[in-house]
């Protein structure tokens, strides 16, 4: 790419900077606010550690004189990105999604690119369709003829041709769908070399650090999660944001976006669509939908847990079973929570409860298939074991939540009011978790316990020992 001059054009109004003089601000929309703004020199291409990508003065400077880069955001126009970027589209950086094929990628960034709340021009780039079929997704989406009018596409994924049109529409978004359709006609190589896919995205990266932009970069995921390709991109990207699902407890089509590295944000939060007729549609209360309708009392197995994702709460439910061991050595299955977890709360049951599981073979599962990481799912686990194993069923209408540790103690955790409140909100009357550390009164039958032993009377009442080891 051209080697960056020792001015730019920055508009008084907005702050967005432009390699050219323009006589309308791309980003805000004013009139003659364009003026010619000094920069240091920056180094040549390939010398990311002198300059390059964005920090255009290679002299250290004192840290309370640089520029802060926080405010310069973007709404992306859907909320639920937002969140999951950590409150927008930061500009100058560079966000790699990655996911499985169909999973929404394009339909996502589509939208994205519609709604995003600038007033500059989006460069939307498909190696892997046609304009006509993007044309067909965007109606499909509804996009307005506003919003079709300012997304430039370019059907290719030579990175050369992309260049030549990004010179062209100075745009300040660009997508590229995906970084395995990229390639370099003049190094002469085919698309989805290594080597090949980092080099044209470096190019890209250090366009969008230089210009004002933001950069999506859409990669690939196989079935088995492996990333081999876009993994190589996630060091040079400032977000990695990971598509995934496909379920909810209620059979709907839900998808979760998760951040697993985010240089502008926290990686707890997620953001919870579902695909429908008119492409993917925010989840607004999500706090429902890992819970299974159920009438009467519960199957023994079944615990509701309360557990928090990033600044949301969830209620989800655990389900577990027991049966013995089929080989000389009992195993877990489970792929929602950390097996090493489960068979961690299953030790300190054993150990504190005198209730055998050693010789029984574990599954577990999270309704709606959520993959559940917070220690505050823990007790709520351990009841749903305990229940298994012993028969007896939890009582309806009851949530938990709580850290158990080996020496079965029911430990604090994060925002336990919040929790209660949540449940107490979706008709969860009754609540066992640790013991609040605020006299904060909590709403509805708050039970608050020390260790395992007090949880399990609180759910089950004094558990009677012919329970203890039955069913088998
Ligand atoms: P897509 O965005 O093409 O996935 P990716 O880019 O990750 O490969 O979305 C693919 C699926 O979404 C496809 O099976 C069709 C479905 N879909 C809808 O159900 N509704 C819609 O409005 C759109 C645009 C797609
Ligand atoms: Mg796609």
């Known amino acids: 790419m051209k080697k960056q001059k020792a001015f730019v054009y920055r508009c008084s109004a907005c702050g967005h900077e432009e390699q050219k003089w323009l006589g309308r601000c791309p980003e805000c929309g004013e009139w003659n606010t364009l003026a010619e703004t000094a920069v240091s020199p920056v180094v040549k291409r390939g010398m990311p550690s002198q300059g390059r990508r964005g920090e255009p003065n290679p002299e250290s400077i004192p840290l309370a004189a640089v520029d802060p880069q926080e405010g310069k955001r973007v709404p992306s126009g859907i909320d639920e990105l937002d969140r999951v970027l950590g409150g927008g589209i930061m500009k100058r950086s560079c966000i790699l999604v990655g996911g499985e094929p169909g999973i929404g990628k394009s339909t ?62 100075r745009p300040l978004v660009i997508i590229i769908d995906s970084v395995q359709t990229l390639y370099s006609a003049e190094a002469g190589l085919s698309p989805g070399a290594l080597n090949q896919m980092r080099f044209c995205a470096w190019e890209l990266i250090s366009w969008v650090k230089e210009h004002d932009a933001a950069l999506f970069l859409v990669a690939h995921v196989t079935k088995d999660g492996l990333i081999a390709g876009p993994k190589a991109l996630e060091h040079m990207v400032d977000t990695v944001l990971y598509f995934e699902g496909n379920f909810s407890a209620a059979g709907g089509d839900c998808r979760f976006l998760r951040a697993v590295k985010n240089r502008f ?27 299974v309708r159920r009438e009467g009392e519960l199957p023994p197995g079944v615990a509701t847990a309360a557990v928090l994702e990033g600044s949301r709460t969830l209620l989800v439910e655990i389900q577990a079973l027991t049966s013995p061991a089929k080989g000389s050595m009992s195993r877990v299955f489970s792929d929602r929570i950390d097996s090493a977890r489960v068979s961690r ?7 504190h409860l005198a209730l055998r599981l050693s010789d029984q073979d574990l599954y577990i599962n999270a309704a709606g298939g959520i993959k559940i990481s917070e220690v505050g799912a823990e007790l709520a686990l351990a009841a749903a074991i305990y229940s298994a194993r012993t028969g007896l069923s939890l009582p309806a209408k009851t949530c938990i939540a709580g850290d158990l540790s080996l ?66």
Request: overall charge neutral; charged content about 25%.
């Open 407 to 472: 020496t079965g103690e029911v430990r604090p955790i994060r925002r336990l009011p919040v929790r209660v409140r949540t449940a107490a909100n979706l008709g969860y009357d009754s609540f066992v978790g640790p013991l609040p550390d605020s006299a904060e009164a909590l709403p509805g039958r708050f039970t608050g316990v020390k260790n395992i032993g007090e949880a399990i009377k609180a759910l089950f009442g004094p558990a009677p020992p012919a329970a203890r080891h039955s069913p088998s």
């Open 265 to 291: 944000g926290s990686v707890d939060e997620i953001g919870i669509f579902t695909m429908g007729e008119k492409g993917l549609a925010p989840v607004e209360d999500p706090s429902l939908l890992f819970l």
């Open 345 to 351: 709360v299953a030790a300190a049951i054993e150990k």
């Open 108 to 169: 996502l960034l589509l939208q994205a690119a519609a709604l995003a709340g600038t007033k500059g021009r989006v460069l939307y780039v498909s190696g892997e369709e046609s304009a006509g079929q993007i044309r067909m997704r965007g109606d499909r989406l509804g996009l307005d003829a506003g919003a079709q009018q300012r997304i430039e596409v370019l059907c290719s994924g030579c990175i050369e041709d992309i260049e030549r049109s990004i010179e062209k529409t």
